[in-house]
T-cell receptor, first 114, second 114 residues
């Protein structure tokens, strides 16, 4: 398996623009997670899905952030409009649904908002 | 105050030596505790996952311990190698479902020198 795939790997955009991050989980996994990592705040869970349904989105910082999972093999995280403070590395991870299963992380998308 | 505190924040060790990283948490109710290794520029990789009833778990040269009474965990690296240079992140999960309400430490930055 290719592992969790994220695109793009790097994104540089200007403040106010819409940003869409993409994730393809490992085939057969039914839980998908979006994380954000910064030097100041470390790793933070934004939202996670189980069987394509959002289970916990309490980590989503504000209405500018939205996430979708239209099917088991694809998810998007959208920021509209983007702000400089959104600059971070965004990781997607997937696993089977039970609580103690290993989460497999993608390589991340490094987002820079100017 | 962060619910997961890791120490030391960073350390430098000689190749071949052992080291121990600490993780103290206040998360309640406890579900499980995970240690991740994150190489620079890459996504975290799971090392161990421990539930309430587990005191120790090993993964090669990595051994994690858990004292759920004192809410402390440690990660011991034996005979360190240059490839152990990374950030080690402690993540504690609370609640009935293992992935709910995750609390993240800021990480222990380890540098192994020859």
């Amino acid at each position: 398996d290719a592992g969790v795939i994220q695109s793009p790997r790097h994104e540089v955009t200007e403040m106010g623009q819409e940003v869409t991050l993409r994730c393809k989980p490992i085939s057969g996994h039914n839980s998908l997670f979006w994380y954000r990592q910064t030097m100041m705040r470390g790793l933070e869970l934004l939202i996670y899905f189980n069987n394509n349904v959002p289970i916990d989105d309490s980590g989503m910082p504000e209405d500018r952030f939205s996430a979708k999972m239209p099917n088991a093999s694809f998810s998007t995280l959208k920021i509209q409009p983007s702000e400089p403070r959104d600059s971070a590395v965004y990781f997607c991870a997937s696993t089977y649904s039970t609580g103690t299963d290993t989460q497999y992380f993608g390589p991340g998308t490094r987002l820079t908002v100017l | 105050k962060n619910q997961v505190e890791q120490s030391p924040q960073s350390l430098i060790i000689l190749e071949g030596k052992n080291c121990t990283l600490q993780c103290n948490y206040t998360v309640s109710p406890f579900s499980n505790l995970r240690w991740y290794k994150q190489d620079t520029g890459r996504g975290p990789v799971s090392l161990t996952i421990m539930t309430f009833s587990e005191n120790t778990k090993s993964n090669g040269r990595y051994t994690a311990t858990l004292d759920a009474d004192t809410k402390q965990s440690s990660l011991h690296i034996t005979a360190s190698q240059l490839s152990d240079s990374a950030s080690y992140i402690c993540v504690v999960s609370a609640g009935r479902h293992g992935n709910n309400r995750l609390a993240f430490g800021k990480g222990n930055q380890v540098v192994v020198i020859p």
